[in-house]
């Protein structure tokens, strides 16, 4: 129990980070969509990269509604391959996604952070739910 007692508040911690950065690229993302545009844009344009954008980003606020609803109810809370994959993948989207911001990376980027750093730990996530709730089985 004392080797999974850190990764809990690790897992809480690097999650509630890249949740963090997140919310702060819907603020920021302006700069970003210029960033996926050539220098001359035309509204359109600017409004169908902002449309995929914010798409993108509401379905990571879905994924970490799962990840979150797991976590707190306790069915991935010690599990601790769960909360190895979920630690690795969040702190590295909250680099990743820093970068995307400061750096102004291109939107294309995102989805293979999103890929990589939210749906992994989702999916994962939720075949603990259909272990747990479906299949009635302590997955630890």
């Known amino acids: ?17 890249h949740l963090v950065v997140v919310i702060t690229l819907f603020w920021s993302r302006d700069s970003n ?14 409004d169908k990269q902002d449309i995929q954008l914010v798409a993108a980003l509401s379905v990571t606020l879905g ?13 991935s ?3 601790s391959t769960q909360s190895l994959i979920s630690i690795g993948a969040h702190c590295s989207a909250s680099v990743a996604l820093s970068f995307f911001i400061f750096e102004r990376w291109e939107c ?11 749906a992994l730990p989702a999916v994962t996530e939720m075949a603990l739910f259909v272990t747990v709730f479906g299949l009635k089985k302590k997955p630890f």
Do not use: D, H, K
């Open 33 to 46: 969509i210029q960033a996926c545009l050539p220098l001359t844009f035309t509204p359109e344009e600017y």
């Open 108 to 118: 294309t980027t995102y989805w293979y952070i999103f890929v990589f750093c939210s």
């Open 1 to 17: 129990m004392g080797r999974v007692s850190g990764l809990v508040p690790s897992r809480f911690l690097t999650l509630l980070a």
């Open 77 to 79: 809370m010690f599990n």
């Open 63 to 75: 994924l970490f509604a799962v990840e979150l609803a797991g976590f707190l109810s306790g069915v």
